[in-house]
């Protein structure tokens, strides 16, 4: 018969096995992107952990890894080259990741708050919706965001520039709420670009989401064999 003291700990182990399974999350994700009558497409799958390390493998239109985390810090492999680069920089930071913006629970501002936007109106709507706007002074963040939510998820989001122009909007719908991880399963962003050009739009869909898993992706290491290189976005 096992003791107390015994069971306790099998109970705290098990505690700890289950709470690292939830903090993981992985994804097929498929872009698709419009503008000039021209479309392109990505997929990937995205392995998502709480503490913001990502790790993407991408499929097409080539075969590469990344793993980047909160801080920036950005490694691109590619296996068919056995190449490596490493970076660092803001723009590469996986705080607007949206995988790791609900799993970390930041999902009522889209984790704006991340990027030093301050809730300026939260105005209740009819039908459970919430419009809430946002507003930064950081140099080189879109100004104002716009976000409503729809039972406490955001199902629209609109960013404007201080003269109130709208630059883009993204429409966030297909949850399941039946999962243990609500999530969109669609992101429809729209781009207006400036001199009287197309707006692109972006289609991203997200599938086969795995709450939990324990694919050897979230844990990927770049050989110790790979061979530095240079960046391979400007080859």
Known sequence: MLSGRLISV??????CVLSNAQNRVA????????????????TKRVFCQAGGRV??????????????????ELTVYSPASNEVYSTRSDDYSTRDELLYIFLSGRSSDLGLSAFGYL??????????????TFRTSRKGDV???VVV?????PIYAEYRDLAGKVLSKSYFSGYDYASRFVFPSRVTAIDYVKD?????????LYTNLAVGSQEPEFDFKV???????????LK
């Open 10 to 15: 099998l109970v705290a182990l098990l505690f």
């Open 27 to 42: 994804a097929d994700v498929e872009i698709k992107s419009m503008m000039d009558g021209k479309v392109t497409t990505v």
């Open 55 to 72: 790790v993407t493998v991408f499929n097409y239109p080539a075969r590469s890894v990344t793993v980047s985390n909160l801080n920036g």
């Open 119 to 132: 809730m300026e109106s939260s105005v209740p709507e009819e039908d459970g919706i919430v419009k809430r």
């Open 143 to 145: 100004p104002v965001v």
């Open 149 to 153: 939510l729809k039972d406490f998820l």
């Open 196 to 204: 009287g050009k197309d707006s692109t739009v972006t289609r991203t």
């Open 223 to 233: 050989p110790s064999g790979a061979i530095p290189s240079k960046n391979p976005l």
